[in-house]
């Protein structure tokens, strides 16, 4: 499957954005997706992970209750809605796929597809 992620962006602290990763193929739906993050001179970190369906999500700490992972197998993308966003949450985003089983997975190791990445920019 090949990633493409867009909607990275400058925004304020305490504003919003919402990134796309549209996938090719069509088996879409038996992928499941993650989001990481890696700010400069720092290690790439995850973010968020959705099942198959998009039933059931799973959030680090430091986005839980402001960032949404959600996913639309018809249009064969995901999305992450970004709320109240901080300075520290500028980084480099990048969606990422995995049919290895289980869908909650936080270790970049265990994603095999990876986007290009989208810059998101947080100023304060």
Do not use: H
Not at 7 to 17: D, F, I, K, P
Not at 35 to 61: H, L, N
């Amino acid at each position: 499957v090949q990633l493409q992620a867009s909607g990275g962006g400058l925004v304020q602290a305490g504003g919003s954005l919402r990134l796309s990763c549209a996938a090719s193929g069509r088996t879409f739906s038996g992928y499941a997706m993650g989001w990481f993050r890696q700010a400069p001179g720092k290690e790439r970190e995850f973010v968020a992970a959705i099942s198959w369906s998009g039933g059931s999500t799973y959030y680090a700490d430091s986005v839980k209750g402001r960032f949404t992972f959600s996913r639309d197998n018809a249009k064969n993308t995901v999305y992450l809605q970004m709320n109240s966003l901080k300075p520290e949450d500028t980084a480099l985003y990048y969606c990422a796929a995995t049919n290895r089983g289980s869908w909650r997975r936080r270790s970049d190791n265990d994603y095999d597809y990876w986007g290009q990445g989208t810059q998101v920019t947080v100023s304060s």
